[in-house]
């Protein structure tokens, strides 16, 4: 029992031993990379742009089903005025950031750790190599740079579409003025939210590309799985971690900048 | 000391691979002279593509030592790893294509992120490859679009595309009918003439290998227990040479006995 609880430790000293070497690694091989300008451009087109409806849908239905809620719960306290604070601090300080990472885990993050685990299957990133190119900077590095921009530009992008969908909820369905909507929303954001905002999405969006590349990339590690297998398992492992990740580390920014 | 380019191009001294308990490569060792087709042959299973993983670094071995042009290779020491690399090339069993790019940019891929040529020039490079190997009106299709032996011709343009001492062949054949497997060492044989490239090609064809290989050796339980010309091995009387090289032989007088002894027709009925 102490054994095992033991080797079950020393496992995920290593495995996190080994994500923070992956990414260093990623990270160092930025400088060698030839042609990366191009490479991360279009990078940012596959987390970025294909990851637009659904940034759009869901940021939209958050912020509707916010105005809803906020609305009939400041009515109790005849606090109507203040529906577009509520709204915009909820999205910017906490629904946003982990709404659209989780979003983009679920869209950009599978599909970068299925595309490197199929890549891991059939040699490709052996074969990088064996060209004697780095397939950390050449495949990773893009990715986790891409994401840098990517996932703030997301998240903003969300507490517009959100902010917009609340007014609709708020204004348009349930009778607030627009004026004290929108100016309640000016009042309430100050730059110490839209910073904690920025800084979790720079922070998950590295972890979480981090995490679904770390898992594609080592597919062929899987245990007890080869092939498609080895590729599907290694796939729903990325998005369960991190989806994980988003939440924990949502939760320590949270307590250290709150 | 040999002179690095007149002497072999490649030698291999007691290499060793073991997977947990289980042993590959025992203690190999074989030299590879310059312009040369060297053909490791051996059965499914013998070690061939760890073998030739180690001689590319994609592998780390246990023990012995890798020479190339009389200097020991160490894949941990970064400039001799790219070094090599600038100067050999590998070509997988699976081809390793990226899917995602069309043939031009497959071919354009090493030179792209391994030199310092204008877009211009590896353009050019890229397309003389593909006129090379027959591939040029097929530059802007992706590998997916192509036939097994195009895909198979395609990898081979990647691997010489820039201008490598030696090429390592995995496994070249495998899953192909006779007739492709005559036409992918013909295509190896070709080339190999035209670029002046050494082969390294590690395979089960007997028949294919005897006909186009400068030497011919025979990987059995972890260590080369032949290595000769092709007529030497068709003439050796090595148990493990006549097992390996007779087997059709074999399996055809297998066969004969049972149908004497009545088996496969009782089977049948």
Known sequence: MVAALGNYTIERVRGLGGFALFIARSLGAVLSTRRLPARIGRAVYEQGFRCLPVILIVGMFTGLVL??????????????????????????????PVLAALMLVGQAGSALAAELGIQRNSEQIVALDTMGIDSHGYLVAPRLLAALFVFPAQTALFVAVGLWGGSLSGSLLLGVDPG??????HRAVESEDVRECLIKALTFGALTIGICAYQGFHAHRIRRATGARAVSAATTKAVVISSIAVLAADYIITSFLV | MANPKTGPLLRVEGLRKAFDQRVVLRDVGFTVERGSIYTVLGPSGAGKSVLLKCLAGVEQPDGGTVLFESQPLD???????????????????GNALF???????????PLEQTTPLSRGEINRRAMEALR??????HADRFPGMLSGGMQKRLALARAIVTHPEMV????????????????????????????????LIVTHDVVEALAASS???LLHQGEICFAGRPEEFAASGHPVVQSFRDSPAALRSTLDAMRKGGALTEEKE
Do not use: H
């Open chain 1, 67 to 96: 105005g809803l809620q906020g609305y009939y719960v400041l009515n109790r306290f005849g606090s109507e005025g203040l529906l577009g604070a509520l709204v915009s601090l909820s999205l910017v300080r906490e629904m946003a």
């Open chain 2, 215 to 217: 030497v011919v050796a």
């Open chain 2, 75 to 93: 894949f941990r020491n970064r400039a001799m790893r790219e070094s090599f690399r600038r100067r050999c090339s590998f070509l997988f069993q």
């Open chain 2, 99 to 109: 899917d995602s790019l069309t043939a031009r940019q497959n071919v354009a891929l």
């Open chain 2, 132 to 137: 090379q190997l027959e591939l040029a009106d």
């Open chain 1, 180 to 185: 004290i909507y929108w100016s309640s929303v």
């Open chain 2, 168 to 199: 390592f062949f995995d496994e070249p054949t495998a899953g192909l009918d006779p007739l492709r497997r005559n036409a992918v060492f013909a295509m190896i044989a070709k080339y190999q003439a035209v670029f002046g490239f050494t082969a």
